[in-house]
C-alpha cells in the first residue's frame, strides 16, 4: 500500500516536499517514481529513483527543479518540488515496482502499484 501526501496550495516560486510512505511489502526491492494528472491532460511521468538510490530520472519540465529520494529505512520516497510553477498544477502519484535490476522507468504501465495521489496547487 502506498500514501501520498504533502500536497497543497502554493504560490509560483514556491516549494513543496511530497512523501509517499509504503507499507505491506519489502520497500527497498521497489523502484519508485512519481507521475502526475493535471486536469484535461493525460497522466505523465515525473520522476523515477532505483531502489538503491543508484540512479534516479526526471522528466525534461522539472529537471533542475524537483528531486526524488528515499529512505529505504522509513520506506518512504520523497519529491522536493522548488520554484514551482502554475503549469505544475496536478494529482501527483507514486508508484511502485519490484524489477531485479538497476534501472529506472518512466512509462505509467510499468509500475504495478499506485498510491492515492495528492494535490499540488500552484497559483499565479
Known amino acids: 500500500q502506498l500514501q501520498a501526501s504533502g500536497g497543497g496550495l502554493v504560490q509560483a516560486g514556491g516549494s513543496l516536499r511530497l512523501s509517499c510512505a509504503a507499507s505491506?511489502?519489502?520497500?527497498?526491492?521497489?523502484?519508485m517514481a512519481w507521475f502526475r494528472r493535471a486536469p484535461g491532460k493525460e497522466r505523465e511521468f515525473v520522476a523515477a529513483?532505483?531502489?538503491?538510490?543508484?540512479?534516479?530520472r526526471y522528466a525534461d519540465s522539472v529537471k533542475d527543479r524537483f528531486t526524488i529520494s528515499r529512505d529505504n529505512a522509513r520506506n518512504t520516497v520523497y519529491l522536493q518540488m522548488n520554484s514551482l510553477k502554475p503549469e505544475d498544477t496536478a494529482v501527483y502519484y507514486c508508484a511502485a515496482v519490484n524489477i531485479p535490476n538497476d534501472y529506472t522507468f518512466n512509462y505509467a504501465s510499468t509500475y504495478d502499484y499506485w498510491g492515492q495521489g495528492t494535490q499540488v496547487t500552484v497559483s499565479s
Open positions: 505491506g511489502r519489502t520497500f527497498s526491492n521497489y523502484h
Open positions: 529513483i532505483t531502489r538503491s538510490s543508484s540512479r534516479t
